[in-house]
């Protein structure tokens, strides 16, 4: 997930935009719904359709002729992709919130970072049989060490932190709508997933 020169898989996602949605403005930048694979991005996306205009990452890429699909979903170029939004905001059609692990890398004026425990992001990944096996392992140690909210901070964006281990997806959605609707000062730092013995176990354990 670090090396941004080289093309990257996302999984296309219908279009979440339903008829009585806002409208988004084709000037301003929109805002990353980011986190690691099996956080929960495109189910809280799903429930902030109606009042918001939510893209998909890989569907962006389609839509600019950056990406291509693929066996495991669409390969996204991430380089042309960014040029491209950076020449064109509007490019890609309008959107309020652009969702996906790679959404912070592209020109966004800010990004919702969802959190989930590491041990309990890979039994979510387990039960929904996503990736190989070692991919599910690398997503696992993407999130305990802050793969994701590190990345975000490297593009000096607006960072809001959202845990969403235990939580229905309702709530998070609620949580990322009240944000978004009202704004309010970054919030990141509050997850500290090394803090937890049993997240350094499975880690130097190496199980996955």
Do not use: Q, Y
């Amino acid at each position: 997930m670090t090396a941004r020169s080289a093309p990257r898989t996302a999984r296309p996602r219908p279009s979440h935009r339903l008829a009585r949605g806002r409208r988004a403005s084709r000037r301003a930048r929109p805002v990353a719904l980011t986190g690691t694979p099996g956080v929960g991005k495109s189910a809280v996306a799903g429930v902030l359709a109606p009042r918001w205009t939510v893209v998909e990452v890989a569907d962006l890429a389609l839509r600019t002729g950056t990406g291509r699909r693929t066996r495991r979903g669409v390969l996204v170029d991430l380089d042309r992709l960014r040029a491209a939004l950076r020449r064109d905001p509007a490019a890609g059609g309008p959107a309020d919130v652009v969702v996906g692990h790679l959404a912070h890398l592209l020109p966004v004026r800010e990004a919702i970072v969802l959190r989930c425990h590491p041990l309990a992001l890979g039994r979510r990944l387990a039960r929904a049989r996503r990736g190989t096996r070692r991919d599910r392992a690398e997503n696992v140690v993407s999130e305990a060490l802050d793969l994701v909210l590190v990345e975000a901070l490297g593009e000096r964006l607006p960072v809001f932190e959202v845990d969403t281990t235990g939580r229905h997806v309702a709530e998070v959605a609620l949580e990322v709508d009240r944000h978004l609707r009202r704004g309010g000062p970054p919030r990141h730092g509050r997850v500290r997933w090394l803090a937890d013995p049993a997240v350094t176990a499975h880690l130097l354990d190496g199980t996955g």
